[in-house]
């Protein structure tokens, strides 16, 4: 579903399954590359300027600390 939410240019998408791929990687322990996948997304979610950006910086400070 990513790849086609990103060949398609839909933005909105390709950030929440960057974000749920990033809960997944986090939940099975692998913290770097949750934190790589969860700054992707909060970078596209900031960029358009959705709602969804706050919650996944909640997220990554939570991940990170």
Known sequence: ?????????Y??????????LAQI????????EAQNLG???RGIFESIKHRRAAEVR???KKISS
């Not at 579903?1 to 240019?9: D, F, G, P």
């Not at 933005?11 to 749920?20: D, P, Q, R, S, V």
């Open 39 to 41: 700054k992707r997304s």
């Open 58 to 60: 909640d997220f990554l």
């Open 25 to 32: 990687c986090h939940a099975q322990g692998d913290s770097s």
């Open 11 to 20: 933005t909105e998408f390709t950030a929440g399954n960057l974000y749920g």
């Open 1 to 9: 579903s990513l790849e086609i939410a990103e060949a398609n240019n």
